[in-house]
């Protein structure tokens, strides 16, 4: 079955703190995202990466950084963590560039506080 | 980020009818749209996708259909069952530019 890997369901953390977010696949894919869920905002893209070492900026990509030494590992960092951050944070990956189809981890409810 | 709209954020629907979730989108460049649905607690999962060459696509208890005229994309989906209770959305997206999600509707589904 194939699988992308969210490492945390839930996390609590303190306002100003660096936060890492990780995200594995286990499909062989290229491409992979990362989103926000907001209630009523549905699912806005962060960064997202085409190839390893490569990231470009998605539509909200203020207060976060991204990192993908691995081509099966993609990770969110929060450099300085604040309230307005507290969300859903999925994780996605694809076959295509574009991500047509994509495979969605289980999410990660982030709680600054 | 381009618009993907939502007709109606929720839906009720009676367990056996019809269900139909519509979206309208704004930009005609558009050439792939997709649904996904999302059950409480878990990430998105795929139901059909399809391409601006097509007008209507069919899976199992699920049909897209796609008016490139109006900019409207509806997903219908047949015998509604509980287990389809969920939030729905639209996505879009153009050459290799990511998805555009829809803000989405929840689907309830009365016994």
């Known amino acids: 079955d194939v699988k992308v890997t969210q490492s945390s369901r839930y996390l609590v953390k303190r306002t100003g703190e660096k936060v890492f977010l990780e995200c594995v696949q286990d499909m062989d894919h290229e491409n992979m995202f990362w989103y926000r869920q907001d209630p009523g905002l549905g699912l806005r893209l962060i960064y997202f990466s085409y190839d390893v070492k490569m990231k470009e900026k998605g539509d909200i990509p203020e207060g976060y950084s991204v990192s993908r030494e691995k081509k099966e590992r993609f990770s969110l960092i929060l450099e300085s963590a604040s309230t307005n951050q507290t969300s859903m944070y999925l994780c996605?990956?694809?076959?295509?560039?574009?991500?047509?189809?994509?495979?969605f981890g289980s999410g990660t409810q982030l709680s600054v506080l | 980020g381009e618009s993907v709209g939502l007709h109606l954020p929720t839906l009720s629907v009676q367990e056996g009818d019809n269900s139909i979730i519509n979206c309208a989108y704004s930009n005609s460049a558009s050439d792939y749209f997709i649904w996904y649905k999302q059950e409480s607690g878990k990430g998105p999962q795929f139901i059909i996708d399809i391409r601006s060459n097509m007008d209507k696509r069919q899976g199992q208890r699920v049909t897209v259909l796609l008016n490139k005229t109006v900019k409207h994309l509806s997903l219908q989906i047949a015998a509604t069952q509980p287990g389809d209770s969920a939030v729905y959305f639209c996505a879009e997206n153009w050459g290799n530019t990511p998805l555009v999600f829809g803000k989405g509707t929840r689907l309830s589904v009365i016994a």
């Open positions: 996605a990956s694809s076959f295509r560039p574009g991500g047509e189809k994509l495979f």
